[in-house]
């Protein structure tokens, strides 16, 4: 019988090229994963990999194993989700992605609310940027998002969990056209921001910094180096009056959402956590 284990964990490996990293995954020794991938490989009675020196190749079972690999584990989970929901009892991992700013601002009050509430749920979420936490939702690396809304695909359904807005500020009330703006990439907020202003001013939006973190921004920002452009939910009880800008363009409105595959509803404790988070990042404007 294949344990769900060792798929995960030949699953892992290939995706990320490595034994080690597939072993920090999962919480457990590269030796454990080694052992896993060579059960399978004993199960089917045929070679999976092609060891070489530091690194590893699949076979064309391996290959075929691995492309059927996700849709299995995506069953598994679904299986797990679906039992779930039987239990009455709150306990066990929600596996989620997310954007370190969000992370940094919104999840301590609801991973505070959480531990009161449901203290045997485990949270277990990744940090990375939103086209990376997108990915790894299509991928099925994580149950669901928690991020902004840049839209999503079809087969996913998105849910609303906070509404904002983005604010400029800076240190001492500075002039945005003479110190410049400090923004994100070429984000959707950001180019909607260099639209509005070129169409106000009929000159080029004035960038004194670009940096794709929102929490480097108001550092930055902070600390005198140019105007920052970030979400309001770094200042739950608003703009400090040191770094309050008055308002030189229409509002640029944000909003967080938790987004999931639409055949793999939420279980019962992701719901709880995103209970949570509605309560804990509530909107204060």
């Known amino acids: 019988m294949l344990n769900s284990s060792y798929l995960k964990y030949f699953h892992d490996a290939v995706q990320a090229g490595s034994i080690v990293k597939a072993a920090k995954q999962n919480f457990v020794t590269p030796s454990a994963v080694s052992q896993g991938i060579r059960q399978l490989e004993l199960n089917f009675d045929i070679d999976l990999l092609r060891h070489r020196k530091n690194n590893f190749h699949l076979t064309e079972a391996g290959q075929v194993l691995f492309d059927r690999t996700k849709d299995v584990l995506r069953a598994f989970d679904q299986l797990h989700t679906e039992v779930n929901f039987t239990k009455e009892e709150y306990r066990g991992q929600i596996n989620f992605g997310t954007q370190q700013s969000i992370a940094q601002t919104c999840l301590p009050n609801a991973l505070a609310l959480m531990q009161k509430k449901y203290p045997k749920i485990v949270p277990r979420f990744k940090l990375g940027t939103t086209n990376i936490v997108r990915q790894w939702l299509e991928e099925g690396t994580i149950t669901f998002a928690l991020t902004l809304d840049h839209g999503v695909k079809s087969g996913f359904v998105k849910e609303i969990i906070r509404e904002g807005y983005f604010v400029f500020i800076g240190k001492n009330n500075p002039d945005p056209s003479k110190v410049g703006l400090i923004v994100t990439g070429e984000t959707p907020e950001t180019l909607e921001l260099k639209r509005l202003y070129e169409d106000k ?80 990042c509530a909107t204060k404007n």
């Open 201 to 280: 001013f009929n000159v080029e939006m004035p960038l004194k910094i670009v940096v794709d973190s929102w929490g480097v921004t108001k550092n930055l920002a902070e600390s005198g180096l140019g105007v920052g452009f970030i979400p309001d939910y770094f200042y739950p009880d608003g703009v400090p009056k040191r770094f309050q800008i008055k308002s030189f363009l229409p509002k640029i409105p944000y909003k967080i959402c938790v987004v999931y595959h639409k055949n793999r509803p939420l279980c019962k404790n992701s719901r709880a956590f995103l209970e949570c988070m509605q309560d804990g």
